[in-house]
């Protein structure tokens, strides 16, 4: 019997159609090999490109398309030429409407050498890069960035508020991806990271973080840390955090981009922004890369496609119960970047220190999932 999956793909603005595009190759091959799933696929507007077409960053269709998805896979928004426009029509509140209307409030964002290779790539010393591997869970869809706004000529404001149940749901994703650690070997802890020693919403959510693990979750290991120390700790000693970082949604946002200077380069990241716990059933959930729209290098056809390719990786893995071809994509990635070209390096892009084109990357990574491997 053939099993139906509905997808919506959004690409969004600047780099975002370019990595998108490999990343719908890529699912191409993955469909072909497996007969028995069939991936319906939409395509929708986000960001400055909706905006220009419909005077908003996303459309009331397109989120009710989205909601109807099994998942989205997203590209990303924003560029220069959207500075002015009013807060509220920022190309940025496509995608937080988007989380929001999805209730996809854990934003999963792992942080690791998807290559051995690359960790040359490092800012850091490799020694002290080394091992590297954690995942930051960031709540996704409260505290400052869903806060009510004042904005006028004098005044700013942004209201950082955090309520126990979204506390509680979000502790109890990062518990569950710390037990699954022990199941690969890893060490099962979980660091909290906030700033209980001046923020009101930060206090709670170091208390209900602690009743939520002390009350469901014995086994694990629970620590603090300030997210300003975590921050200079993360690149002093980043296998320190080594686990879970457990965080709200503006200290996810900063912690996750260090781990692209820890990696060597943000566009090898991926994310996951998921609606329930996992490990209990697919889950529906927003799929994309870490970084932004990085108008600085787009329309050149060299934007890194590995953070796009391997967050469609944890979309299989996540939404489509297709674990098995999430960790088969990962090890092909793996190879690809690898692998060695004419130049000594893998098949990267310019970020990685390569040559390759965006579309040289995701062929080559299309050409090895094919292949296979032992
Ligand atoms: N989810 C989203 O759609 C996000 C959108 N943004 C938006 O993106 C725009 C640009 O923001 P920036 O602060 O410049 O951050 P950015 O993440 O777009 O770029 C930071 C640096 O990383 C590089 N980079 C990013 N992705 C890359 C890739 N795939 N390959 C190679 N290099 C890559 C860029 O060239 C740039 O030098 C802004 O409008 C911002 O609001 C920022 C973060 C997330
Ligand atoms: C809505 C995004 C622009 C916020 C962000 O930087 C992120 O989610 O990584
Ligand atoms: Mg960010």
């Not at 509140?93 to 942080?111: E, H, Q, S, T």
Request: net charge negative; hydrophobic share 40%.
């Amino acid at each position: 019997m053939v099993s139906r999956k509905k997808l919506l793909i959004l690409a969004g603005d600047h780099v975002g159609p370019e990595i998108i595009q490999e990343a719908i190759k890529v699912l191409g091959v993955v469909a072909e090999l497996r007969p028995d799933i069939k991936i319906d696929i939409e395509h929708g507007l986000i960001g400055g490109s909706s905006l220009d077409a419909h005077g908003v960053p996303i459309s009331d269709q397109t989120l009710e398309n989205a909601a109807s998805s099994h998942a989205v896979l997203l590209g990303c928004v924003g560029g220069p030429e959207w500075e002015g426009v009013p807060g509220h029509l920022r190309p940025e509140m496509g995608v937080l409407k988007l989380r929001k209307r999805l209730d996809a409030f854990a934003n999963i964002r792992p942080c690791r050498f998807f290559a051995p290779s690359l960790i040359d790539r490092s800012t850091l010393k490799p020694e002290i890069v080394a091992g590297v591997d954690f995942t930051v869970v960031r709540e996704n869809c409260g505290g400052a960035y869903f806060g009510a706004k004042d904005e006028r000529e004098d005044i700013g404001s942004d209201l950082w508020v955090y309520e126990k149940a979204e506390i509680e749901r979000c502790a109890r994703v990062s518990a569950a991806l710390a037990m699954q650690l022990s199941d690969c070997g890893k060490k099962r802890v979980v660091w909290n990271a906030d700033k209980a020693n001046v923020l009101a919403s930060s206090r709670i959510w170091r208390r209900i973080t602690h009743e939520t693990f002390s009350r469901e979750f014995p086994e694990l290991k629970l620590k603090d840390q300030l997210a300003d120390s975590m921050a200079m700790l993360l690149v002093k000693s980043p296998t320190k955090f080594n686990g879970i970082i457990h965080t709200d949604n503006t200290f996810g946002d900063i912690l996750s981009d260090i781990s692209g200077g820890i990696i060597g380069s943000l566009g090898v990241l991926p994310s996951a922004s998921i609606s329930s716990v996992p490990g209990q059933g697919p889950c529906k959930g927003v799929y994309e890369a870490v970084h932004g729209s990085a108008p600085d290098i787009s329309g050149k056809g060299i934007a890194n496609p590995v953070g796009q390719i391997l967050s469609l990786a944890l979309l299989l893995k996540y939404s489509f119960g297709m674990a098995e071809e999430a960790v088969r994509l990962e090890k092909a990635v793996q190879i690809v970047l690898d692998s060695s070209d004419h130049q000594g390096l893998g098949i990267r892009t310019p970020d990685l220190g390569g040559s390759a084109s965006t579309k040289e990357v995701g062929d080559a990574i299309c050409a090895v999932y094919r292949a296979g491997f032992s």
